[in-house]
């Protein structure tokens, strides 16, 4: 084992103590390991105390120019997922993408410097993060979404389960990954809340849905509860846990039926937009969430569009109050 794979595993071992969540400890592993590679086959370099600012700005330059998936971890890994077959293999690598990986190797290296005191100059000091371009996230019109919402076959399990699925994304805010680990349990009808158990940050809080969702959720669980057993509240028709995935291509087919481009994130983003376009306020929106902070939630959700701030500003224009 060489020494950076040894302060890599440290460093996950440190980052499992922080209950981090599986998506963020894989993502920090699959960089800092493509990283290593990199620095061991450019560069000869496999202990973590000879890094310079100079390596770190020379993968930036490669990740720009080598293409995506051109490049594993593990080579045996391309017998078995043939990247060569993908539609985007060798398209350019987004900045988005790159900025991740940066951020993740930040990470490291400053716990190296800070934490464990294993380097006496941190390189990622000087090492400005890539700038991304900033896309407005679309904000789908009720037309839009009644169109999308029209495509799922209730009269089917799946459908049903499906449409019901996308609706209390829409009503709630809550992450696809937290609605599908939801039990019946979790509901709480009298006061119209929704205790998540499994958030992405490890911070258990409460999401709230509407008086039409209260008689929409009803009606699915008397229903599902006719064809399943599952301790789950959208189960498979097996009464597994349904898949992420499963949802995300269910949903992206049911825009591309009505030629509207959709995914579960943007669910969770419209209820964002529309909460404040309602004059919800930023801060109890913060807690609906999850987020850490309400800079975040500003950070996250603060592009609107000249339509709809315009919109906003004949509610609130102060001659249309004051009487003068």
Same mark, same amino acid.
């Given at each position: ?17 922080k209950?981090?969540?599986r ?5 920090y592993?699959?960089?800092? @390991?493509?990283?290593? &590679?990199?620095?061991s086959?450019?560069?000869?370099i496999? $202990?973590? %105390? #000879?890094?310079q =600012?100079?390596h ?17 971890? @593990?080579?045996?890994? &391309? ?8 539609s $985007?293999? %060798? #398209?350019?690598? =987004? ?6 990986y ?7 290296f400053n716990?190296l ?6 380097i006496s ?5 000087n090492?400005?993060?890539? %700038?991304v371009?900033?896309?407005?996230k ?6 839009e ?9 209730t009269?089917?399990?799946h ?13 709630t805010?809550?992450r696809?990954?937290e609605?599908l680990t939801?039990q019946?349990?979790?509901?709480d ?18 999401v709230?849905f ?5 008689n ?12 399943s ?20 291509r269910?949903l ?48 996250a959700y ?7 701030i ?9 001659l ?5």
């Amino acid at each position: 084992m060489t020494d950076f794979e040894f302060q890599l595993d440290n460093f996950m071992l440190y980052c499992s103590s922080k209950n981090l969540s599986r998506k963020t400890l894989a993502s920090y592993e699959q960089t800092l @390991k493509l990283f290593g &590679k990199y620095l061991s086959e450019q560069f000869q370099i496999e $202990d973590v %105390k #000879k890094v310079q =600012s100079g390596h770190l700005r020379q993968y930036i330059k490669y990740l720009k120019e080598r293409g995506k998936y051109t490049v594993v971890n @593990k080579e045996q890994s &391309k017998n078995v997922n043939h990247p060569e077959n993908r539609s $985007d293999f %060798k #398209k350019e690598v =987004s900045m988005t993408t790159i900025a991740n990986y940066v951020r993740n190797i930040k990470v490291f290296f400053n716990y190296l410097y800070d934490v464990e005191k294993e380097i006496s100059k941190n390189p990622v000091d000087n090492i400005e993060n890539p %700038k991304v371009e900033r896309k407005m996230k679309k904000t789908l019109t009720a037309e839009e979404l009644k169109k999308v919402f029209g495509q799922f076959d209730t009269s089917t399990f799946h459908g049903y389960r499906n449409y019901t699925i996308s609706r209390i994304l829409l009503d709630t805010g809550m992450r696809i990954g937290e609605c599908l680990t939801l039990q019946p349990e979790d509901f709480d009808f009298k006061h119209k809340s929704i205790h998540i158990r499994n958030p992405k940050n490890n911070q258990e809080r409460f999401v709230y849905f509407s008086f039409k969702s209260f008689n929409e959720i009803k009606q699915w669980i008397r229903y599902k509860d006719r064809y399943s057993d599952s301790p789950f509240l959208f189960p498979t028709t097996r009464g597994t846990q349904l898949e992420i995935r499963n949802y995300e291509r269910a949903l992206k087919e049911a825009g591309e039926r009505v030629g509207i481009a959709i995914h579960p994130h943007q669910l969770r983003n419209n209820f964002a937009k529309y909460y404040i376009l309602n004059n919800g306020d930023w801060f109890s929106l913060c807690r609906i969430l999850g987020h850490s902070s309400v800079e975040v939630t500003q950070k996250a959700y603060l592009d609107f569009s000249d339509e709809e701030i315009a919109r906003k500003y004949q509610k609130h224009s102060p001659l249309t109050y004051l009487e003068i």
